[in-house]
Structures are given as structure tokens and as C-alpha cells.
């Protein structure tokens, strides 16, 4: 069983990168999975999930510049992140739960992620 978050780099600000988290061994689509991320020096904090029903949920840091998706057929969960600036350089990685996350305060917290965790990915913004 694992959890692979892959697709990060380095990129200019303004750029796009798209992440993926992908799962072997287990079926993402009845898990709700959630995209955590962690700049130096700080703690790792949620900003984006996606429940069973495809409810997305966004903190306000990222809301209007990143999409969170699913790929059921690829057991794929994708964060496509656009107009990315320096803040944003963080190693991203993606957790599951198996119970359907629809509040903001449960998607951002670590607690709630009691499933599987991806090794991470590191997203650097600089010109």
C-alpha cells in the first residue's frame, strides 16, 4: 500500500505546476484525500481537499489559483496550482481519510488525516 505525491519543481512566479497523488494497493474514490503543504521552518498545514461526493474545499491562501480533482479511473487525485509566487515554495504532500471531510477546519487540520500520507514534493517559486 502507497501514497505518491509526485509532479513538483521548480518554477517562476506566476507560473503552474500540477501535483498528483496516486494510490497502490487501495481505492482512493471512497476516501476523501486531502493536499498539506509545508514551507521551512513552518508546520505542515492543509489547503486543499476533495471528499467522496467531490466537495472541494480551499484555504483561503490558495482559493482561486488551485484546483483540487480526481481521476477515479487513475486512482488519482490532482492539484493544479496557477499564478504560484514565492509563498507558495513548500514541500506539498497529500494525505487520505476515510470519512467525508466537508468543513474547512477538519480539512486543514493533520489530526484529521488518519489514513495513508505521501512521501511528499517539493514545489520551488523563484525567478
Known amino acids: 500500500v502507497q501514497l505518491q505525491a509526485s509532479g513538483g519543481g521548480l518554477v517562476q512566479p506566476g507560473g503552474s505546476l500540477r501535483l498528483s497523488c496516486t494510490a497502490s494497493?487501495?481505492?482512493?474514490?471512497?476516501?476523501?484525500v486531502g493536499w498539506f503543504r509545508q514551507a521551512p521552518g513552518k508546520e505542515r498545514g492543509g489547503i486543499s481537499c476533495?471528499?467522496?461526493?467531490?466537495?472541494?474545499i480551499y484555504a483561503d491562501s490558495v482559493k482561486g489559483r488551485f484546483t483540487i480533482s480526481r481521476d477515479n479511473a487513475k486512482n488519482t487525485v490532482y492539484l493544479e496550482m496557477n499564478g504560484l509566487t514565492p509563498e507558495d515554495t513548500a514541500v506539498y504532500y497529500c494525505?487520505?481519510?476515510?470519512?467525508?471531510?466537508?468543513?474547512?477546519?477538519?480539512?486543514?487540520?493533520?489530526?484529521?488525516?488518519?489514513?495513508?500520507w505521501g512521501q511528499g514534493t517539493l514545489v520551488t517559486v523563484s525567478s
Open positions: 494525505a487520505t481519510d476515510r470519512s467525508s471531510i466537508s468543513s474547512l477546519g477538519r480539512c486543514t487540520r493533520r489530526d484529521t488525516w488518519r489514513g495513508y
Open positions: 476533495i471528499n467522496t461526493r467531490g466537495t472541494t
Open positions: 494497493g487501495f481505492r482512493m474514490d471512497s476516501q476523501s
